[in-house]
């Protein structure tokens, strides 16, 4: 198994209060990436990151930020989060981009906003 | 922009039947990546196999195989002899190589239920 921590797992929280994501990786792997599953809608990605500061966003990247200070660990925050921000939530890691490397996913957060 | 198409949202077969997942995609680049990935009821994301726009061989490992027509745009998954721990949602992946890309644009899955 990749070695990709993702935590927590599981999480309750109140609309409007910020949460924090991380996703933590002993692979050294340069491209780590956030994405949401929703039925419906297969895996959709949110953020990535090509390195230690460096980030973009994806498709659904409105009401999320991301940050990255070290290689090994990045971080999802929702600021405010909302009810539609409900999802399981993945963390993916890979050697490099553009395809050439697979991607390896965490076991996900399952985030239910109340 | 990049599309994958999953038509099957369910498939139902017999144990030892073969079953075959269906996968079209759309690109505009001529270099690009396919993936499948398995994720079974306990929730993790599996990869199966990687496939490059320019290697149409199909490939077969044990139970698994792949068939990938560029023609068609189509990156087919057959399970030969399916067996219960093969029910699992499975998802096709493309990617394209272009800088700038480093995205994959997933399928919306095929949940895969196989009767003992």
């Known amino acids: 198994d990749a070695g990709i921590t993702q935590s927590p797992r599981h999480k309750v929280t109140e609309t409007g209060t910020p949460v924090t994501l991380r996703c933590h990786q002993t692979?050294?792997?340069?491209?780590m990436y956030w994405y949401r599953q929703d039925p419906g809608h297969g895996l959709r990605l949110i953020h990535y990151s090509y390195g230690v500061k460096d980030t973009d966003k994806g498709e659904v990247s409105d009401g999320y930020s991301v940050s990255r200070s070290k290689t090994e660990d990045f971080l999802l925050t929702l600021e405010s989060a909302t009810s539609s921000q409900t999802s399981v939530y993945f963390c993916?890691?890979?050697?490099?981009?553009?395809?050439?490397?697979?991607?390896?996913f965490g076991d996900g957060t399952r985030l239910s906003i109340l | 922009a990049q599309k994958v198409t999953q038509a099957q949202t369910e498939i139902s077969v017999v144990e030892k039947e073969d079953v075959t997942l269906d996968c079209v995609y759309e690109t505009r680049d001529t270099t690009y990546y396919l993936f499948w990935y398995k994720q079974p009821p306990s929730g993790e994301l599996v990869f199966l196999i990687r496939?490059?726009?320019?290697?149409?061989q199909n490939e077969i490992s044990g139970r698994y195989s792949w068939n990938f027509q560029k023609s068609t745009s189509s990156f087919n998954f057959t399970i030969t002899a399916s067996q219960v721990v093969d029910s699992a949602v499975y998802f096709c992946a493309l990617s394209e190589a272009a800088f700038g890309n480093e995205k994959l644009t997933f399928g919306t899955g095929t949940r895969l239920t196989i009767i003992p």
């Open positions: 692979e050294n792997h340069r491209y």
């Open positions: 496939r490059n726009s320019f290697d149409e």
């Open positions: 993916a890691i890979s050697e490099s981009g553009s395809g050439n490397q697979p991607q390896h």
